[in-house]
């Protein structure tokens, strides 16, 4: 009996009417995002004739330089209430992505345009998400945090999952850049539905924001190294990331080259497993009311760091395809459990006042790493092979559980928000 209302609470668990849309402006993004995933290189490759050089520069050259954009937005969203920041950064990423249309149809889109779109694109993706997880802790009590970053996360996932599919068959039908329109127009979308929250957000504490010091710009980062639970979880994830997502690029080059798989066997290997991620997500908050938060973070954390060597064994047909997918679904699930846990416990880690600085430095340390060890493996690509490479970055990623916190940590005792209007 107690099971059954337990199982009840979680799945009718009301988190009010500002909650829900700002919930609805997340999947809408999130859609449009996925939509349009690789729309850019397909540009690159189809309309402007670009070379291997230029498309990968536009991942990891527009991701480093929109990362250190995004620096100093982290202290002067701190100091500024957090809806209308996210209002504006989604407008900002509406109007960026829409030149790329608009410059299209007048015959006037070049490469450097391409290259400066994703760049204020990444740059107001990491500001966008700082200021969404300050306005997430004012806007819910702490113990619903969870259940918040869950539904997140099974949204994530969910897109990650029909997104690339309808995208595909868009590109198919109307090209690259009509997929980048609707991108564009879910940021739209978003904002709107981010405005809709409506409710009153007090003022943060003005602390001469007009006249931000060059040290505030480090503010996150010493917040971060001070803490002796967060300092280990930010290298483990930003490292952790970084390897899973450098090594990408040579699983493709070895999947399609190599090994002779079909683009829709590639994409079959990576949308498939995301099923992992929406149920992963489903039982964090289950796992941790069972378990306890620690626990939980540790095992997943360890738990998804074994899956990626598996990929240095990869070969040709079937028996190739499905390892690929058995490796992925294993490692997303993990992620799907470890990603709401952890988001959770950064949160409640952070002082209020210091949330939109610490996500800042967070998501610009783990975006600029990424496309370091992008590039880096790319060098090792060439000189030992994209399967040895591969193989190196799973070796590495097996390290990474010495990362994680090993001791529980009690999270910082500030006062709950109260309920926002209208909360159920």
């Given amino acids: 009996m107690r099971n059954r209302q337990g199982l009840g609470r979680l799945l009718g668990h009301r988190l009010g009417r500002p909650f829900g849309w700002l919930w609805a402006a997340y999947g809408t993004s999130a859609l449009g995002t996925w939509l349009a995933f690789g729309a850019f290189p397909l540009i690159a490759i189809r309309v402007l004739h670009a070379g291997p050089a230029e498309v990968a520069a536009l991942s990891s050259v527009g991701a480093a330089v929109g990362a250190a954009v995004a620096v100093p937005l982290g202290p002067w969203t701190e100091f500024r209430r957090k809806r209308p920041v996210l209002i504006a950064m989604d407008l900002v990423r509406f109007a960026a992505l829409l030149t790329v249309p608009a410059a299209f149809a007048l015959g006037v889109l ?37 259940v918040a970053n869950a539904r997140f996360e099974s949204t994530a996932w969910t897109t990650t999952i029909i997104g690339p599919p309808l995208g595909g068959a868009a590109i198919g039908l109307l090209g690259p850049v009509a997929t980048v329109l609707a991108d564009a127009v879910s940021y739209l979308l978003s904002a709107l539905g981010i405005r809709a929250t409506g409710g009153h957000e007090p003022r943060p504490e003005h602390r001469q924001a007009a006249r931000m010091r060059a040290r505030d710009l480090l503010d996150g980062w010493r917040y971060i190294l001070a803490d002796a639970a967060l300092r280990p979880l930010f290298f483990n994830t930003a490292l952790f990331n970084a390897l899973v997502m450098a090594a990408q690029p040579l699983l493709a080059v070895l999947m399609l080259g190599r090994l002779g798989f079909a683009p829709w066997q590639y994409g079959l290997a990576f949308a498939a497993p995301s099923i992992g991620g929406l149920l992963g997500s489903r039982l964090a908050r289950p796992l941790v009311t069972r378990f306890g938060q620690h626990r939980v973070l540790v095992a997943s954390g360890v738990l998804r760091a074994i899956w990626p060597v598996g990929l240095a064994f990869l070969g040709p047909g079937t028996g190739g395809l499905l390892l690929v997918i058995g490796v992925e679904l294993g490692l997303i699930f993990c992620c799907g459990v470890f990603n709401p846990v952890y988001t959770t416990y950064r949160l409640e880690r952070t002082a209020t006042d210091r949330v939109a600085r610490t996500l800042s430095a967070w998501a610009v340390t783990t975006k600029a790493t990424t496309a370091l060890l992008t590039a880096v493996w790319g060098v090792l690509g060439g000189l030992l092979g994209p399967r040895t490479a591969i193989g190196l970055a799973g070796v590495l990623l097996l390290a990474t559980p010495l990362l994680l916190p090993r001791r529980t940590t009690a999270p910082l005792s500030e006062p709950a928000p109260a309920p926002a209007p209208g909360r159920l």
């Fill in 110 to 146: 070049t490469f450097v345009q391409l290259l400066l779109v994703s760049v204020v694109v990444a740059a107001a993706d990491i500001t966008f998400r700082a200021a969404s997880g300050a306005y997430l802790k004012t806007l819910l009590p702490a113990e619903d945090l969870l």
